[in-house]
C-alpha cells in the first residue's frame, strides 16, 4: 500500500510564505501537520509514499528532505508526482507545475524515486467523451522521455477508456512507463476499468480508486471465465493468439447472406468476417450487405455477430461512399452500448497522389470521416485497381505512406495477391520501418493461378509474421501457401 499526501509550502502566495513544506491541499496554505512529521509517522509503518506537489516552491525543500530522512534509510517506494501539462477540458492558461524545474530538481537533489507526471483535467459530465488525446501523450513524451527513472502517469480513471488508443501509445513508448488510474468525484464504471485491464499489461496499471468499485475490481479480475472487453482498435494477433503467433494462420471468411453469416457463427471457430457494405435498394438507403437477398442490414449483421460467443473479427468493406458514416456510426453505437469489443476493421479503395483516381473517396476524406465517427478501429486502405497495373510500385506505396503517417490509428495496407509479383520494392522493408502498418494479402475465390502472389506474400511475411495476414479461402492458403 502506498499513502498520498498533498504537499505545499507554508503560506503559499501570501505575504508569510515560507519554504516549509506542510501537508495541505489548495485552496488550503496552513495545516497542522508538516511534511518532515508527516514523513516521521510513515516511516514507522511499512508503506510506500506518494508526494503530490501543488506549487513548484514547495518541490526542493520536499527533496532536500527526503535526501536528510534518506540518510538512514527510507527503504520503500517513494513515488513524486505534479501537474506539468494542461489535459481535458483545461485551457493553456491555467497553472500548471514547471515541468523543466520539477523534473530537474528531482535529478539533483533526490533522484531515487518514481516519477509521477501529470496533466491537469477537468471532468465535465456534460461532456463526458473528452478525454486524453494524442497531441498530449505525445507532449508528455517528449517532455519525459530522457529520464532515467520508472514512471506513472497519472490519469483520471473516466476518461481512460476513451483516451485509450493514446494513453497505449504512450505505454509503447518504453518499458519503464506504467499508467496509474485514479478517482476524481465520479465514480469510474466496472466495465471501464476492465477494458484498460484487458488491453494491457496488468502489471503496468496500478489504480488508485475508492470502495466499492476497487472491490468489485478485484472480484472481476479472479474471474477466468469472464469475456474480454477488447479495444476494437487493437492487434487481432493479440485476439486470436493464432498459432506461433503468425497471422498467416488467422481465418478470414467472407458473409454473402444471413444464412451463410449464421452458418459461420455457428460452425467456424472464429476469425475475422469481411462485410462488403452497399448502399440498400429502400428510400432509407441503409448499409447492407453486398447482393445479399433477402437484403441483410449492416445493423442486423453486427447484432448477431456480437451476440456470438466466439472470437470474431469484424472487417468492414465499404462500397458506398454514402455509407461510411452511416456504417461507422452504427459502429459507435455498439461500442457505447459496451457491445463491441471485437477487433474492427474498416476498408475502402482511397485516392491520393500517385492513386488519385476519379470517383473514389479521397484519403484525406476517409481518414476524417472516420475520426469524426468512430476513430477506434484498424484503418485498412486498398489502392484503386485501375493504378497496379505495374503492381505496388515504390511511389504507390510512398504516397500512401505518406497519407497515414500522421495518424494514431494502426494500419494494415491490402494488398490484391495477383499483383504482388510484379511488386518487388518496398513493401518488406515497409515493415521493417512502420510499427503502426501491417500488410494484408487478399486472395479473391474463384481465381485462376492460385500460386500468384504466394511467393512475394511468403517473402514479406519473413520480415514480420505478426503483421502479414491473409485474407481468402483457408484451404487455398494451406495448399499453395503453406503447402500439403
Not at 93 to 112: C, E, G, H, M, S
Request: proline residues 7%; charged residues 20%.
Amino acid at each position: 500500500m502506498i499513502l498520498e499526501a498533498d504537499v505545499n509550502v507554508e503560506g503559499h502566495n501570501t505575504v508569510n510564505e515560507t519554504n516549509i513544506p506542510i501537508m495541505a491541499h489548495p485552496p488550503d496554505v496552513y495545516s497542522d501537520n508538516t511534511m518532515e512529521e508527516w514523513l516521521d509517522a510513515v516511516l514507522k509503518s511499512k508503506k510506500g509514499i506518494k508526494l503530490d506537489f501543488k506549487s513548484l516552491q514547495s518541490v526542493e525543500p520536499s527533496l532536500n528532505l527526503l535526501r536528510i530522512k534518506n540518510q538512514t534509510g527510507i527503504n520503500r517506494p517513494v513515488w513524486i508526482n505534479a501537474d506539468i501539462l494542461p489535459g481535458p477540458n483545461v485551457p493553456s492558461f491555467w497553472p500548471v507545475v514547471n515541468a523543466t524545474r520539477f523534473l530537474d530538481l528531482i535529478q539533483k537533489k533526490f533522484p531515487d524515486v518514481t516519477i509521477s507526471p501529470g496533466w491537469k483535467v477537468l471532468y465535465i459530465p456534460l461532456i463526458p467523451n473528452v478525454t486524453y488525446t494524442q497531441a498530449m501523450v505525445e507532449e508528455m513524451y517528449d517532455t519525459v522521455k530522457h529520464l532515467p527513472q520508472k514512471i506513472t502517469f497519472p490519469v483520471l480513471a473516466v476518461m481512460a477508456k476513451n483516451g485509450w488508443p493514446h494513453l497505449s501509445w504512450l505505454l509503447s513508448q518504453s518499458s519503464r512507463f506504467s499508467l496509474t488510474l485514479w478517482q476524481g468525484e465520479d465514480n469510474p464504471t466496472l466495465d471501464d476499468l476492465l477494458f484498460i485491464r484487458d488491453n494491457s499489461n496488468p502489471q503496468r496499471i496500478y489504480y488508485d480508486i475508492y470502495e466499492p468499485v476497487l472491490s468489485q475490481l478485484k472480484e472481476a479480475a479472479k474471474q477466468k471465465d469472464r469475456p474480454r472487453r477488447f479495444y476494437p482498435g487493437g492487434d487481432i494477433v493479440d485476439y486470436f493468439k493464432p498459432v506461433n503467433s503468425d497471422g498467416l494462420n488467422i481465418l478470414w471468411d467472407t458473409v454473402a447472406d444471413r444464412d451463410s453469416l449464421l452458418s459461420l457463427l455457428e460452425d467456424s471457430p472464429g476469425g475475422m468476417l469481411v462485410i462488403p457494405v452497399i448502399s440498400g435498394s429502400g428510400t432509407s438507403k441503409i448499409p447492407v450487405v453486398e447482393d445479399s437477398q433477402p437484403e441483410l442490414p449492416l445493423q442486423d449483421c453486427l447484432e448477431l455477430i456480437v451476440a456470438s460467443k466466439k472470437p470474431w473479427g469484424i472487417y468492414l468493406r465499404v462500397k458506398s461512399q454514402s455509407q461510411l458514416a452511416v456504417s461507422l456510426q452504427l459502429l459507435q453505437q455498439a461500442y457505447d452500448n459496451d457491445l463491441l469489443y471485437h477487433p474492427t476493421w474498416v476498408n475502402m479503395d482511397v485516392a491520393y497522389g500517385a492513386f488519385s483516381v476519379q470517383g473514389y473517396i479521397t484519403g484525406q476524406e476517409f481518414l476524417r470521416t472516420i475520426d469524426q465517427n468512430f476513430p477506434y478501429v484498424t484503418i485498412a486502405p486498398s489502392w484503386p485497381p485501375e493504378v497496379l497495373h505495374e503492381g505496388y510500385t515504390p511511389q504507390l506505396v510512398e504516397d500512401m505512406l505518406e497519407l497515414f503517417q500522421g495518424t494514431w490509428q494502426s494500419v494494415s495496407l491490402q494488398l490484391q495477391a495477383d499483383h504482388l509479383e510484379r511488386s518487388k520494392d518496398g513493401l518488406g522493408s515497409l515493415l521493417q520501418h512502420q510499427s503502426r502498418f501491417s500488410l494484408t494479402v487478399e486472395h479473391k475465390a474463384g481465381k485462376e493461378k492460385l500460386k500468384e502472389g504466394t511467393q512475394s506474400l511468403m517473402s514479406v511475411h519473413e520480415w514480420n509474421k505478426q503483421r502479414t495476414f491473409y485474407s481468402g479461402p483457408f484451404t487455398t492458403y494451406r495448399k499453395h501457401i503453406r503447402g500439403p
